[in-house]
């Protein structure tokens, strides 16, 4: 994917030169139109919410910013998007507060390509599925031993934070399990056509990919409890991390509680962005909020009260950090 920033000053110099009228009116629109901008902002697969939520942003965006042109752009999901920011190819992007800090750090998928990676805010807690379907075998994370697991995309942080839960469990993902590599709309297929038996995937609520799944007839959808893998994942990785449960009925045929792992969601850019960009970004965000809320549920989590340094892993964007102190917002 080649995404790029786009000023348009040769158009609007051109366009002076045509008219061969230099007047304050002229140069007035002259410098409106070079100001215009086009950003890419990094979503994920599209069963997921990152891609709608991240359509709607970029609607509200385009809409709310003069001059701005903002487009949502289908990913691997979070490590791809921080690896696009790193490479300019994106302005913005979802991503997963643990992702963001192996980024930051250069760690894990980053060795070596370390980004400079700023949070413009929080967005909404990501919580982590393990998916089986009755007649699999499965009822805890023991159980996975043997099986067909998907654990999520290439480049996604479905991935990353598969893996920890996995060891943090006392597997091995390599040994322990039959591994593949897909997305949740893949996955959900797969498990359809029985040729894998469960799926992690790390998302909102209700990820449509897994709603379709407990709404197929002759199915029975099982959520696999795994909160009690949090201290260790903890004990490694840091405080990125905290147990939930996605309550009974939220998916068609879930019966039942499921106690899982949860993990903040951010959106975020590198240091590259203008401080008064970073501002306007946050300012249509919270401006339009029920505009996104529209588009999907998850996005009344966007809240000052979350807003607090310690939901994020990475330096906060000092556009963003003018904004929430102009809003009395305590960090």
Do not use: C
């Not at 979503?43 to 919410?49: M, Y």
């Not at 790193?86 to 980024?103: K, P, R, T, W």
């Not at 499965?138 to 996975?144: H, S």
């Amino acid at each position: 994917m080649q995404f790029r920033f786009r000023s348009v000053w040769a158009g609007a110099a051109a366009a002076v030169l045509a008219v061969g009228v230099l007047t304050v009116g002229a140069l007035t629109v002259g410098v409106a139109v070079a100001q215009q901008k086009t950003i890419a902002i990094g979503t994920g697969g599209t069963g997921g919410v990152y891609y709608p939520m991240g359509g709607g942003l970029a609607a509200v965006l385009s809409k709310a910013i003069p001059g701005m042109q903002a487009t949502a752009e289908v990913t691997g999901g979070s490590v791809d998007n921080l690896k696009l920011i790193g490479s300019g190819q994106s302005e913005v992007g979802f991503s997963m507060v643990d992702a963001a800090l192996d980024a930051y750090k250069g760690e894990d998928k980053f060795r070596g390509g370390k980004v400079e990676v700023r949070t413009l805010l929080v967005l909404y807690p990501n919580r982590m599925h393990v998916v089986t379907i009755e007649g699999t075998g499965i009822e805890t994370m023991a159980d996975l031993k043997g099986k067909r697991v998907s654990t999520g995309s290439p480049g996604s942080a479905t991935e990353v934070m598969a893996f920890r839960v996995i060891e943090a469990a006392g597997l091995d993902k390599d040994k322990d399990l039959k591994r593949e590599r897909l997305g949740v709309a893949e996955s959900v297929n797969a498990i359809k056509d029985r040729k894998i038996d469960a799926f992690f995937w790390v998302g909102g609520l209700p990820t449509a990919a897994v709603t379709d799944l407990g709404a197929t007839p002759g199915v029975k959808i099982k959520m696999v409890d795994h909160a009690d893998t949090v201290d260790k994942m903890n004990a490694k990785h840091g405080p990125l991390y905290a147990a939930d449960t996605i309550k009974a009925g939220t998916y068609p045929g879930q019966d039942k509680d499921n106690k899982i792992t949860v993990v903040w969601n951010v959106l975020v850019t590198n240091d590259k962005m203008s401080d008064q960009m970073a501002y306007d970004i946050v300012k249509a965000i919270f401006d339009k909020k029920d505009e996104l809320v529209a588009v999907h549920k998850e996005a009344a989590s966007i809240d000052y009260k979350n807003q607090l340094k310690a939901n994020s892993s990475t330096p906060w964007h000092p556009g963003a950090l003018k904004y929430f102190a102009e809003k009395g917002v305590q960090m």
